[in-house]
C-alpha cells in the first residue's frame, strides 16, 4: 500500500464531482478543524478551475494565530501522486503549508500565500 499524506479541505477538493476530477475517484474523509486560522473569498480568474468546480469564488484561509478563529473542513488521505495532483489543481494564490488539526498531529492545507 502506497505511503499516505493527510490534506486538510475546507473547500472544492471536499466536493466528490472535483475529487473524481482531480483525483480519479472519491476519496474518504474524517471531519476536522484548524484552530487559529479563518476563511475568506477569492476570486478564481482560472477558468479550468471554475470550470471544474463549478465556483467562481473559492474560500481561502489566513493565518490568524487567534485562538477564536476556527476552519471547519475535513481530512483527505491521499498518496504522494494524489498530492502532486491537487497541487496542479490550485491556482497560484494558495500555497501548500504544515497546520496543526484540532484533533492532534498535522496536514498538509492550502492557505493563503
Do not use: C, K, N
Request: charged letters at 25%; a negative charge.
Amino acid at each position: 500500500m502506497p505511503a499516505t499524506e493527510r490534506l486538510f479541505s475546507y473547500g472544492t477538493l471536499r466536493l466528490p464531482h472535483v475529487q473524481r476530477h482531480v483525483f480519479g475517484t472519491e476519496l474518504p474523509t474524517t471531519s476536522d478543524a484548524l484552530v487559529g486560522w479563518r476563511l475568506r473569498m477569492l476570486r478564481i480568474s482560472d477558468p479550468d478551475v471554475v470550470a471544474v468546480s463549478g465556483e467562481a469564488e473559492h474560500p481561502i484561509l489566513e493565518r490568524t494565530d487567534d485562538p477564536a478563529d476556527r476552519a471547519d473542513g475535513v481530512v483527505l488521505e491521499v498518496t504522494g501522486e494524489e498530492l502532486a495532483a491537487a497541487d496542479g489543481y490550485e491556482v497560484d494564490d494558495y500555497r501548500r503549508v504544515r497546520a496543526q488539526l484540532a484533533s492532534g498531529g498535522e496536514a498538509w492545507v492550502y492557505a493563503a500565500g
